[in-house]
């Protein structure tokens, strides 16, 4: 039986049920290599973890930022709730060293891997919620999630880059970005889009995400930062 003490301290939670701990960090991928697996995979927890990490950030931000728009509070979530910062909070905590995965998955720590860890995050703070009730995952979101905000308050990681980077490109060039999807790769389940954005004949940056949008918001921020415009 594997064991999550050092986890659960580093988190600040102590699991009634080690089970639905473990299940929070089963990949599909494993389930589909160890079909006697006694647990189903994360993404049901991941499910509901997503709704209860939005609700509490919302809520965070509402208070906080009293004199926000709804568009400026609505970036500032998506900052803090986006695959990076999810990941980021997950490779903190050591989650790396207790997600199950297929051999393949194992091999793989780039990209993919981090859209793994910030699942598994959701699917964490999912499995708080049903162990341990509300309070305490708003707890573990507000102590490990929220303190975030700071970095990305300086950094300006929440404006909307679309919008940034279509207004800078006007303004110098007189076009309007046009954004192309590249490559679609990963089961349905897991979808990976590559985007670039070009304006006229130029490429100016490519990203990638897990939706169209997310892709197209990361061409963006590359595309800012190449040209200086940020």
């Given at each position: 039986?594997?064991?999550?003490?050092?986890?659960?301290?580093?988190?600040?939670?102590?699991?009634?049920?080690?089970?639905?701990?473990?299940?929070?960090?089963?990949?599909?991928?494993?389930?589909?290599?160890?079909?006697g697996f006694a647990l189903k995979h994360n993404e049901r927890?991941?499910?509901?973890?997503?709704?209860?990490?939005?609700?509490?950030?919302?809520?965070?931000?509402?208070?906080?930022?009293?004199?926000?728009?709804?568009?400026?509070?609505?970036?500032?979530?998506?900052?803090?709730?986006?695959?990076?910062?999810?990941?980021?909070?997950?490779?903190?905590?050591?989650?790396?060293?207790?997600?199950?995965?297929?051999?393949?998955?194992?091999?793989?720590?780039?990209?993919?891997?981090?859209?793994?860890?910030?699942?598994?995050?959701?699917?964490?703070?999912?499995?708080?919620?049903?162990?341990?009730?509300?309070q305490i995952a708003k707890n573990f979101i507000l102590a490990?999630?929220?303190?975030?905000?700071?970095?990305?308050?300086?950094?300006?990681?929440?404006?909307?880059?679309?919008?940034?980077?279509?207004?800078?490109?006007?303004?110098?060039?007189?076009?309007?970005?046009?954004?192309?999807?590249?490559?679609?790769?990963?089961?349905?389940?897991?979808?990976?889009?590559?985007?670039?954005?070009?304006?006229?004949?130029?490429?100016?940056?490519?990203?990638e995400g897990e939706s169209k949008q997310d892709a197209e918001?990361?061409?963006?921020?590359?595309?800012?930062?190449?040209?200086?415009?940020?």
């Amino acid at each position: 039986m594997m064991n999550f003490e050092k986890f659960e301290k580093g988190a600040g939670v102590t699991f009634k049920d080690k089970g639905l701990l473990k299940q929070a960090f089963t990949h599909r991928s494993y389930i589909n290599e160890n079909r006697g697996f006694a647990l189903k995979h994360n993404e049901r927890l991941e499910f509901l973890g997503d709704a209860v990490l939005e609700l509490v950030i919302t809520d965070y931000l509402y208070g906080r930022f009293q004199d926000s728009t709804e568009g400026e509070l609505t970036s500032l979530r998506s900052a803090l709730v986006n695959a990076d910062t999810c990941s980021l909070v997950a490779q903190t905590l050591g989650a790396n060293d207790f997600l199950l995965l297929s051999r393949g998955e194992s091999k793989d720590i780039g990209r993919a891997r981090q859209y793994i860890l910030a699942n598994t995050l959701e699917a964490i703070i999912g499995a708080i919620y049903i162990d341990q009730g509300y309070q305490i995952a708003k707890n573990f979101i507000l102590a490990h999630v929220a303190p975030l905000i700071e970095n990305i308050l300086k950094n300006g990681d929440w404006i909307d880059a679309k919008s940034l980077f279509q207004e800078k490109a006007q303004e110098y060039t007189g076009l309007t970005p046009v954004y192309k999807t590249i490559r679609e790769s990963g089961p349905d389940h897991d979808k990976r889009f590559s985007v670039s954005v070009s304006v006229g004949d130029e490429s100016y940056g490519e990203g990638e995400g897990e939706s169209k949008q997310d892709a197209e918001q990361k061409a963006a921020c590359q595309a800012l930062e190449t040209r200086g415009w940020r």
